[in-house]
C-alpha cells in the first residue's frame, strides 16, 4: 500500500504551525494553539473519510469502519502537545501517520477487517496539573476523582479543563475502554536519544517501556528580610531543597554502577516568595525517577526522602512530599515486536529491539490489547527541545513500517 509522502510532509509542517510565537514548539495541552491544531486535525480526519468524535476523556479519535466489527479495533495514534519549547516531531509523527494509514487504506480500496481507529490522546506530555498522559489514562481506567481535582497554578481543576478540551469529567468512567473493543495497538514515534543514530539504524523496535514516578516535595522554612537576618537565624527553604537537588544527583549515579537502568531529575522549582531581598519560605520541588526494576523505582524515592526529612530537620525546616503519578513497567507484545520486525525486514530497512526510557500512551494502551512501539532516529538524540529535527526519509520510512504493520495485523483476522 503505497503513502502518500508529500501528505505526510506536509501535515508535519502545519501541526508545528500551531505554536507560541517566538516560542518553538510551544503547544501546552489545554492552551489556545492546542485547541486550534486540534481543530485542524479534526478537520483533517474528516477529508481522509474518517469519523471523529471526542470521548469522555477528551481524546480525538477518528476511525475508519472495518467488515467485522466483532473483531474489535485496531488503533494507532500519539499526542500532539508539547512541552514548553518542546519538539517539533515529538508525538505529532505518530498521529499524523496513524491518519496517513488509514487515508491510504480508503484511498487504495483496502477495506480493512477490524476497525480502524486513529487517536490523539489528550494531554500525553506532564501537564500544568501535575500528571502526564491523561487521555491514555482516562482510556484505560487510570484516571482517578483524585487526579480530576488537581489544580494549575491559577487554581483551575482539571476536571474543569477536560471540558474545555470537549470530554466530559462527570461521564470519565465511560472513557474507559474495554479489552474487546480493541484488538491492538502500534505506536509510532521518535527515539529521543541516540541509540539509533549511533548504531545506524532506521528502526528501533520497542520491548519494553521504563516505569516513571513522579513526586512532589515542599519545603517549608521562614521568609525573612535578606539584609537585616542574620545566617544563623535564617530558615532558608532554598538552602535545604539545594541538598536535596545534590543528593538526586549523587543517588541516581550510584544506582548506574549496577547492572540496570535508572535516572532522576528534579525539573521544576518553585520558589516563594521569589525575591531577589528576601529569604525563601517555600520551595516546591517536582522529582522524577525512571528505571527499569521495579525495586529501583520503589527504592530510590524512599532512599530519598529519608534523606531529604533529615537534611531539612537539620536546617530548622520542614517537608512534605506526595507521589503525583505513576507510570508501571510495560512490556510490549510479543506479536505487535515481531509483526513490526517482519515489516521493517520487509521494506528492507535495518532494525534492532531496544527499551523506551521515555513514557508514552503506550503504556496505558498496554492494559487494554496487544500494544507495541516503533522509533526512527533523531538528530544528535535530541528531544523536547526546540533543536529536536528528523529527516523525511527517516519519517517516511517510519510510516510506511507502521502501516505495514497495522496491515499485517489486520489480516490476521483475530479477537
Same mark, same amino acid.
Given at each position: 500500500?503505497?503513502?502518500?509522502? %508529500?501528505?505526510?510532509?506536509?501535515?508535519?509542517?502545519?501541526?508545528?504551525?500551531?505554536? *507560541?510565537?517566538?516560542?518553538?514548539? /510551544?503547544?501546552?495541552?489545554?492552551?489556545?494553539?492546542?485547541?486550534?491544531?486540534?481543530?485542524?486535525?479534526?478537520?483533517?480526519?474528516? +477529508?481522509?473519510?474518517?469519523?471523529?468524535?471526542?470521548?469522555?476523556?477528551?481524546?480525538? *479519535?477518528?476511525?475508519?469502519?472495518?467488515?467485522?466489527?466483532?473483531?474489535?479495533?485496531?488503533?494507532?495514534?500519539?499526542?500532539?502537545?508539547?512541552?514548553?519549547?518542546?519538539?517539533?516531531?515529538?508525538?505529532?509523527?505518530?498521529?499524523?501517520?496513524?491518519? @496517513?494509514?488509514?487515508?491510504?487504506?480508503?484511498?487504495?480500496?483496502?477495506?480493512?477487517?477490524?476497525? +480502524?481507529?486513529?487517536?490523539?490522546?489528550?494531554?500525553?506530555?506532564?501537564?500544568?496539573?501535575?500528571?502526564?498522559?491523561?487521555?491514555?489514562?482516562?482510556?484505560?481506567?487510570?484516571?482517578?476523582?483524585?487526579?480530576?481535582?488537581? /489544580?494549575?497554578?491559577?487554581? @483551575?481543576?482539571?476536571?474543569?479543563?477536560?471540558?474545555?478540551?470537549?470530554?466530559?469529567?462527570?461521564?470519565?468512567?465511560?472513557?474507559?475502554?474495554?479489552?474487546?473493543?480493541?484488538?491492538?495497538?502500534?505506536?509510532?514515534? *521518535? @527515539?529521543?536519544?541516540?541509540?539509533?543514530?549511533?548504531?545506524?539504524?532506521?528502526?528501533?523496535?520497542?520491548?519494553?517501556?521504563?516505569? +516513571?514516578?513522579?513526586?512532589?516535595? *515542599?519545603?517549608?522554612?521562614?521568609?525573612?528580610?535578606?539584609?537585616?537576618?542574620?545566617?544563623?537565624?535564617?530558615?532558608?527553604?532554598?538552602?535545604?531543597?539545594? %541538598?536535596?537537588?545534590?543528593?538526586?544527583?549523587?543517588?541516581? %549515579?550510584?544506582?548506574?554502577?549496577?547492572?540496570?537502568?535508572?535516572?532522576?531529575?528534579?525539573?521544576?522549582?518553585?520558589?516563594?516568595?521569589?525575591?531577589?531581598?528576601?529569604?525563601?519560605?517555600?520551595?516546591?520541588?517536582?522529582? @522524577?525517577?525512571?528505571?527499569?526494576?521495579?525495586?529501583?523505582?520503589?527504592?530510590?524515592?524512599?532512599?530519598?526522602?529519608?534523606?531529604?526529612?533529615?537534611?531539612?530537620?537539620?536546617?530548622?525546616?520542614? +517537608?512534605?512530599?506526595?507521589?503525583?503519578?505513576?507510570?508501571?513497567?510495560?512490556?510490549?507484545?510479543?506479536?505487535?515486536?515481531?509483526?513490526?520486525?517482519?515489516?521493517?525486514?520487509?521494506?528492507?530497512?535495518?532494525?534492532?529491539?531496544?527499551?523506551?526510557?521515555?513514557?508514552?500512551?503506550?503504556?496505558?494502551?498496554?492494559?487494554?490489547?496487544?500494544?507495541?512501539?516503533?522509533?526512527?532516529?533523531?538528530?544528535?538524540?535530541?528531544?523536547?527541545?526546540?533543536?529536536?529535527?528528523?529527516?523525511?526519509?527517516?519519517?517516511?520510512?517510519?510510516?510506511?513500517?507502521?502501516?505495514?504493520?497495522?496491515?499485517?495485523?489486520?489480516?490476521?483476522?483475530?479477537?
Amino acid at each position: 500500500m503505497k503513502l502518500n509522502e %508529500k501528505r505526510i510532509e506536509q501535515r508535519l509542517s502545519k501541526l508545528s504551525e500551531f505554536t *507560541i510565537p517566538g516560542s518553538p514548539w /510551544t503547544r501546552r495541552a489545554f492552551t489556545e494553539p492546542y485547541a486550534r491544531a486540534r481543530d485542524w486535525l479534526e478537520h483533517e480526519m474528516t +477529508i481522509a473519510g474518517l469519523t471523529t468524535r471526542i470521548d469522555h476523556g477528551g481524546n480525538l *479519535i477518528g476511525t475508519l469502519p472495518g467488515t467485522n466489527h466483532a473483531l474489535g479495533s485496531l488503533a494507532s495514534g500519539s499526542h500532539i502537545d508539547t512541552v514548553v519549547d518542546g519538539g517539533r516531531y515529538d508525538g505529532i509523527l505518530g498521529v499524523v501517520a496513524a491518519l @496517513e494509514t488509514a487515508q491510504s487504506m480508503k484511498e487504495n480500496n483496502y477495506q480493512p477487517h477490524h476497525n +480502524i481507529e486513529v487517536i490523539d490522546f489528550l494531554s500525553e506530555e506532564p501537564s500544568d496539573y501535575g500528571i502526564s498522559c491523561i487521555g491514555s489514562r482516562a482510556m484505560s481506567g487510570n484516571l482517578s476523582s483524585d487526579h480530576l481535582q488537581y /489544580t494549575n497554578a491559577s487554581g @483551575e481543576k482539571l476536571h474543569e479543563a477536560i471540558r474545555r478540551a470537549g470530554g466530559t469529567p462527570e461521564k470519565i468512567q465511560n472513557a474507559c475502554r474495554s479489552k474487546n473493543e480493541l484488538a491492538g495497538f502500534v505506536e509510532l514515534h *521518535i @527515539e529521543q536519544g541516540r541509540v539509533l543514530e549511533s548504531n545506524t539504524k532506521k528502526i528501533g523496535v520497542v520491548t519494553n517501556i521504563v516505569g +516513571i514516578k513522579r513526586f512532589e516535595m *515542599i519545603i517549608t522554612g521562614r521568609s525573612d528580610h535578606s539584609g537585616t537576618t542574620p545566617m544563623n537565624l535564617r530558615q532558608d527553604a532554598l538552602v535545604g531543597a539545594s %541538598k536535596i537537588i545534590e543528593r538526586v544527583n549523587t543517588q541516581a %549515579k550510584e544506582y548506574q554502577t549496577t547492572n540496570g537502568y535508572l535516572v532522576a531529575t528534579i525539573g521544576a522549582i518553585h520558589v516563594r516568595p521569589n525575591a531577589v531581598n528576601a529569604v525563601p519560605g517555600e520551595v516546591r520541588l517536582t522529582l @522524577e525517577v525512571r528505571s527499569d526494576k521495579q525495586d529501583w523505582l520503589d527504592h530510590f524515592p524512599e532512599q530519598l526522602i529519608t534523606f531529604a526529612t533529615k537534611a531539612c530537620e537539620t536546617e530548622r525546616l520542614q +517537608i512534605k512530599s506526595r507521589q503525583l503519578s505513576y507510570m508501571h513497567l510495560t512490556d510490549c507484545a510479543d506479536l505487535v515486536i515481531q509483526t513490526i520486525t517482519r515489516s521493517a525486514n520487509t521494506l528492507d530497512l535495518s532494525s534492532m529491539t531496544m527499551p523506551s526510557g521515555a513514557g508514552h500512551d503506550s503504556v496505558f494502551m498496554a492494559q487494554l490489547c496487544p500494544t507495541g512501539m516503533l522509533f526512527i532516529p533523531c538528530l544528535d538524540g535530541r528531544s523536547h527541545c526546540p533543536e529536536e529535527s528528523i529527516t523525511m526519509e527517516d519519517a517516511i520510512n517510519g510510516a510506511n513500517v507502521l502501516a505495514q504493520s497495522i496491515l499485517s495485523l489486520d489480516q490476521r483476522v483475530e479477537k
